[in-house]
């Protein structure tokens, strides 16, 4: 059973960065696509970045925030974002092809 466990999700004031994490158990090398989604309380879920291993893309409200990465141990992608704002305040999923989610890490952004 393949399995994705998020972290870094933490309370931080407007303008401040933080970096996600999401940890595979096996090489992310093995999913075609791969990308975090967030969910706001009341909202639907949004598909915030994804990759495809030779490009990225990023939903409107993020593109020149957030940017995703690999970790060199070949089984963590990463989500460094970058002057967050409060409406980024969301539980925040990884995502590994069509049907595997991790459990969600919160981020919350307030003065």
């Known amino acids: 059973q393949v399995q994705l466990v998020e972290s870094g999700g933490a309370l931080v004031q407007p303008g401040g960065s933080l970096k996600l994490s999401c940890i595979s158990s096996i090489s992310i090398n093995n999913f075609a696509v791969m990308g975090w989604y967030r969910q706001a309380p009341g909202k639907q879920r949004e598909l915030v970045a994804y990759?495809?291993?030779?490009?990225?893309h990023y939903v409107d409200s993020v593109k020149g925030r957030f940017t995703l990465s690999r970790g060199n141990a070949k089984n963590t992608l990463y989500l460094q974002m970058n002057n967050l704002k409060p409406e980024d305040t969301a539980v925040y999923y990884c995502?590994?092809?069509?049907?595997?989610w991790g459990q969600g890490t919160q981020v919350t952004v307030s003065s």
């Open positions: 995502k590994a092809n069509s049907q595997i």
């Open positions: 990759t495809d291993g030779g490009s990225s």
